[in-house]
Each structure stands twice: as structure tokens, then as C-alpha cells.
């Protein structure tokens, strides 16, 4: 298993330029989030989707648009990117593990975000 | 938006010291995690806690679901320099629904000197 992958890992965009951050899982998990990292801020969901078909905002939704695409992948997308954007971006999704059996959360990698 | 209140914000210790950190909130959770996050990674998680007053160990690490359920703590004992990284809280409110969402702590980053 991959575990939860995100692509790009890097990128620098302008203000005003779109990008959609890709973000996919291989575990078979029905909920995926979205968030953002910022120093001082600790995590900040931007979107999450409770399963495949549904999306729902979360603490910080402005300049953002997602899209669960099927069951294992759930993109990010920044129409246009503005500075107060550059973060670093985190996917994640809830699955069942341990003994005994309990929902935990699992990251991706994270993409670093630059808007100049 | 809500937060878990962690502390301390920042530790810097000796190779070799325990350490202790805690979070706590004035609502009532149903699920308190710990994770740890190491430079240029994403969030991994450490333990999970599903009842109130459980303990739990993994390895080094002992954390605490709190009586009250509005706190929790980890312990990490004879620190080691690979112990270095962010340690964040999260917890789940109950009727938190289908959606799952989790509150996040700010973090306690953790140095250790060798």
C-alpha cells in the first residue's frame, strides 16, 4: 500500500494563476480531508468529503474548490491563487487500524505551496 | 474556529529526560489522538485514545485520555534525538456525524539535545 500520496510535492505559482492539488488513497477509505498548515496556526481543514459524491466545507473554504472524483482520489483546486495561499497543503483520509479495530486519521506527504 | 489549548508551545530538553506535554478544551470529546510530525513529513499518528480515563503506551510514548474527557497528556520517557519533531493533539467531538472532524492543537515542538 501507498498509504495516501500527493502530487506536486513542490510549487511556485503567481498570483492569479490556478493549480489543483492531486491527492489519492489506496485503502479503500470513504472520508478525505484537506488541509492547511501555517506557522503559529496548526492544521485548518479547508474541504473534506464524508464519502464518494459529497463534499462539505470546512474552517477555511475561501479560494478553494475540491472534487471527489471516485473513491480513492480527492483533488484540491486554487482558481486563483493569491499569496495569503502559500501554506503547506495536507491530505488526508480516515481508515480503521489497531487491534482492537479503531478509526485513525492518515496524512500524505504534504505539497508545498509558494505564491508569489 | 475551536482549538484544542496544548502546551507547552516548545520544549528543549537532554537527550536522556522525559517529557510531558497536554491539551485540553472546555468541550467534551469523544476521541483524543496524538501525532507526531517530523520536518517536511505529514502528521503521523502515535496513539489514539477511545475512553475516558484510558491508557495507553506505545514504546516510549504513554498517553492518557482524561476522567473529565476535556483533556489528555503524553508522556515520552528517555527521550532520544530521533524523538525530535511537532507533537499535535487532535480530538473528536461526539455527534462529530459522518464528517469525522477532528480539533487540532497548535502543536508542542520537541528538541532534544544529545
Known amino acids: 500500500n501507498a498509504g495516501v500520496t500527493q502530487t506536486p510535492k513542490f510549487q511556485v505559482l503567481k498570483t492569479g494563476q490556478s493549480m489543483t492539488l492531486q491527492c489519492a488513497q489506496d485503502?479503500?477509505?470513504?472520508?478525505m480531508y484537506w488541509y492547511r498548515q501555517d506557522p503559529g496556526m496548526g492544521l485548518r481543514l479547508i474541504y473534506y468529503?464524508?464519502?464518494?459524491?459529497?463534499?462539505d466545507k470546512g474552517e477555511v473554504p475561501n479560494g478553494y474548490n475540491v472534487s471527489r472524483l471516485n473513491k480513492r482520489e480527492f483533488s484540491l483546486r486554487l482558481e486563483s491563487a493569491a499569496p495569503s495561499q502559500t501554506s503547506v497543503y495536507f491530505c488526508?483520509?480516515?481508515?480503521?487500524?489497531?487491534?482492537?479495530?479503531?478509526?485513525?486519521?492518515?496524512f500524505g506527504p504534504g505539497t508545498r505551496l509558494l505564491v508569489l | 474556529g475551536q482549538q484544542l489549548n496544548q502546551s507547552p508551545q516548545s520544549m528543549f530538553i537532554q537527550e536522556g529526560e522525559d517529557v510531558s506535554m497536554n491539551c485540553t478544551s472546555s468541550?467534551?470529546?469523544?476521541?483524543w489522538l496524538w501525532y507526531k510530525q517530523e520536518p517536511g513529513e505529514g502528521p503521523v499518528l502515535l496513539i489514539a485514545?477511545?475512553?475516558a480515563g484510558e491508557l495507553t503506551s506505545n514504546g516510549r510514548l504513554t498517553a492518557q485520555f482524561g476522567i473529565t474527557r476535556k483533556d489528555s497528556f503524553l508522556n515520552i520517557s528517555a527521550s532520544i534525538p530521533s524523538d525530535v519533531g511537532i507533537y499535535f493533539c487532535?480530538?473528536?467531538?461526539?455527534?462529530?456525524?459522518?464528517?469525522?472532524?477532528?480539533?487540532w492543537g497548535l502543536g508542542t515542538s520537541l528538541a532534544v539535545n544529545p
Open positions: 468541550s467534551i470529546f469523544n476521541t
Open positions: 485514545l477511545y475512553k
Open positions: 487532535a480530538g473528536q467531538l461526539p455527534h462529530a456525524g459522518n464528517n469525522r472532524k477532528l480539533i
Open positions: 468529503s464524508a464519502s464518494e459524491g459529497t463534499t
Open positions: 488526508a483520509s480516515i481508515g480503521v487500524a489497531g487491534v482492537p479495530a479503531a478509526e485513525t486519521q492518515y
Open positions: 485503502m479503500n477509505h470513504n472520508s
